[in-house]
């Protein structure tokens, strides 16, 4: 009897010690945090969250300073972000985050109510441009520096959502704005047209391809702890970009689903101009850090004041 009971209780022991194995090895496959942003930035996210896996719970910020606490305090695992915002974290943190990939182009574009004739960047010379604060302004002030214009830059509208909604009512003659407002805004009022397209501008003075606004970080320490999961990310997050490409309607209509952006018509019309991709490597590396060059020599606050060390770039193996 006293046996049978060993046994028992030896069974019983075997038993709770294998619930706690499982219950560890399933706090090891915890989902992956990822956060990304509405707008373009987050558009390469959208397929991810349209499949719903287990694997992942994502967050839909408005405010990419949300997004920045949330990878300081741990609560982030990977996050999509502008691509100064990425840098000045970096040097915020003492290099605890790393950007993983590139995944969006320059998305500015010059817009014009027809009042004034622009042909060329020459064509702004003595003209007053209404530009968003921050980025866009510092990426416009940098190409009119490298074509030597003199140019006067209003931030009177902050916001590129404020700016939209002046450029829409007819406030503004010469606006930079971002996809998807441009399209915002012209649907809203058909005389404007877009009179430039700033990345295009951009390549003709600047190392072609460096117009890198929007970019995929991680934290460092996530990289080091997790390197299947974080290969594995990257596999599906390169096939939900390419999703944008392959069927530009059902990428909207996910775009729409996961609060990326509101109407999925609107997102359909300015996929093709939002330049989103998918740059990993060496390749991330050369195209972001001429990138950055220039903004520290444009705006050095604007990465943080300084370049980032070469373990900025996470670069799998």
Known sequence: MKKKQLIISFALLLCLCMSMLSAAAFADEAPVRVY??????????AGMIGEGKSDYVFTVETDPSVVTAALVSGECDIAALPTNAAAALYNKTEGKV???ALNTRGVLYLVSDGSETVES??????????????NPSFIFSALCKANELDVTIDNSYAQPAELNAAVAAGKVALAVLPEPMVTVARSQNPDLTVALDLTAEWDKVMEPGSLVQGCVVVRRAFAEEQPEALAQFLTDYEASVNLLTE????????IEAAGIFAKAAVAAKAIPNCNVCFVTGEDMQRELGAFLEIMLDTAPQSVGGALPGDDFYCVLK
């Open 121 to 134: 960047l020459a064509d702004l010379a003595g003209k007053t441009v209404y530009a968003p604060a921050q």
């Open 36 to 45: 990304t942003l509405n707008g373009t930035t987050g558009f390469g996210m």
């Open 247 to 254: 069927d530009v309607q059902a990428a909207a209509e996910q």
């Open 98 to 100: 790393q950007v993983l």
